[in-house]
């Protein structure tokens, strides 16, 4: 846990905000520090990450499940499968939040107003 620490602490600035909350969730997983919930931090430290790169957090579907394994088993050989997935994640994430603004009327503008294109 200390050299994923330290690794957090090293990449989170030198990297793409996508790619290092994918491989920070993903080495968090195969680390497997705890006996259960161990996917379930592993999320919250992707969102974490996707925060405080000023990104929407990502939501993985329940119906995504089989793909988000698969995902992180490829992992073990290459990450890029599973950083593709989050990405995909977080596209989907912010298309379904905008959907929802537009849906709700409007979405507020920096100014107070409304926009309702």
């Known amino acids: 846990m200390k ?3 330290e690794w957090f602490n090293k ?9 290092f909350a994918a491989k920070a969730h993903q ?4 680390i497997h ?5 161990n ?9 974490l990450a996707l925060l405080r ?5 990502a939501i993985i ?4 499940r089989i793909e988000y394994v698969a995902a992180l088993e490829a992992a073990h050989k290459d990450v890029a499968t599973f950083v593709d997935f989050i990405a995909d994640c977080v596209v989907s994430t912010q298309e379904d939040l905008l959907r929802l603004l537009k849906n709700s009327g409007g979405v ?4 107070g107003g409304v926009n309702r294109n």
């Open 3 to 5: 050299k994923f620490v």
């Open 11 to 19: 990449n989170e600035s030198k990297m793409n905000t996508v790619e």
């Open 27 to 30: 080495k968090f997983v195969f």
């Open 33 to 37: 520090p705890f006996v259960d919930g």
């Open 39 to 47: 996917g379930r931090v592993a999320r919250l430290i992707m969102n």
């Open 53 to 57: 790169g000023e990104y929407t957090v």
């Open 61 to 64: 579907p329940a119906i995504r």
């Open 108 to 111: 507020k503008t920096s100014n």
